[in-house]
């Protein structure tokens, strides 16, 4: 079975902190991890997956095989940056396989 | 910039009526996945399909949702009869998924219902 954890539904810092999204996820085979994000009433949208290793929009993430983490990251976070962040796993041992998203995070950076 | 589509935007009704959302998915994507949120439940997935064939649907409340591709460009979710508790946001995402290769999907701007 997939299983996501996203333990914070709020995460609220300010502009230019530090902030990190946790994501924990539970899958016996080789899994693909995702971070999507959801600006306000519009569509979810991918940010970024751990097979690519790019940095969007200042994020990263590093899968951790070890601590089952996968874990959102960026140094200085902006204003804009405030949305919902949903973590989600996809094994890569079934062909096309579903999506198993998080509970979602939602992050608020206020000025 | 190829986009996947949804259609209502919006839709306001009262209980026990129908309801049908669309969804055309991106030209050439071979599934389609339908996925409800809520503040309280977050994405649930309800139902996909691979070349139209449906593939898992366990997410769905059978006895009132149904889901179906009449063909490769569009793709359907009635809820008969609406309940106030199916008030949600409705998502559609689109892939081209080939084995062994990324999973992304592409989600539509998605129905916010409201059953009163």
């Known amino acids: 079975a997939q299983r996501v954890t996203q333990p914070e539904k709020l995460l609220s810092v300010f502009k230019g902190a530090p902030v990190e999204l946790k994501c924990n996820y539970s899958?016996?085979?080789?899994?693909?991890l995702f971070w999507y994000v959801q600006y306000s009433r519009q569509r979810l949208q991918l940010l970024l997956r751990?097979?690519s290793r790019e940095s969007i929009k200042g994020f990263t993430a590093d899968l951790n095989k070890g601590e089952t983490s996968f874990h959102l990251k960026k140094p200085f976070a902006q204003e804009e940056d405030s949305a919902m962040y949903y973590c989600?796993?996809?094994?890569?041992?079934?062909?096309?396989?579903?999506?198993?998203f998080g509970e979602g995070t939602q992050l608020t950076v206020n000025p | 910039d190829a986009r996947v589509t949804q259609t209502p935007r919006h839709k306001v009704t009262e209980m026990g009526q129908e309801v049908t959302m669309r969804c055309q998915p991106i030209?050439?994507?071979?599934?389609v996945f339908w996925y409800r949120q809520t503040m309280m439940q977050g994405l649930e997935l309800l139902a996909y399909?691979?070349?139209?064939?449906?593939?898992?649907d366990s997410g769905m409340p059978k006895d009132r949702f149904s889901a179906e591709m009449p063909d490769a460009t569009l793709a359907t979710l009635k809820i008969q009869p609406s309940e106030p508790r199916d008030s949600a946001v409705y998502f559609c995402a689109s892939g081209l998924v080939l084995s062994r290769e990324g999973n992304e999907q592409f989600f539509g701007p998605g129905t916010r219902l409201t059953v009163l």
């Open positions: 030209l050439g994507h071979n599934t």
């Open positions: 899958y016996s085979g080789s899994p693909e």
């Open positions: 399909f691979r070349n139209r064939a449906p593939l898992d």
């Open positions: 751990h097979i």
């Open positions: 989600a796993l996809s094994g890569r041992e079934t062909s096309g396989s579903r999506l198993t």
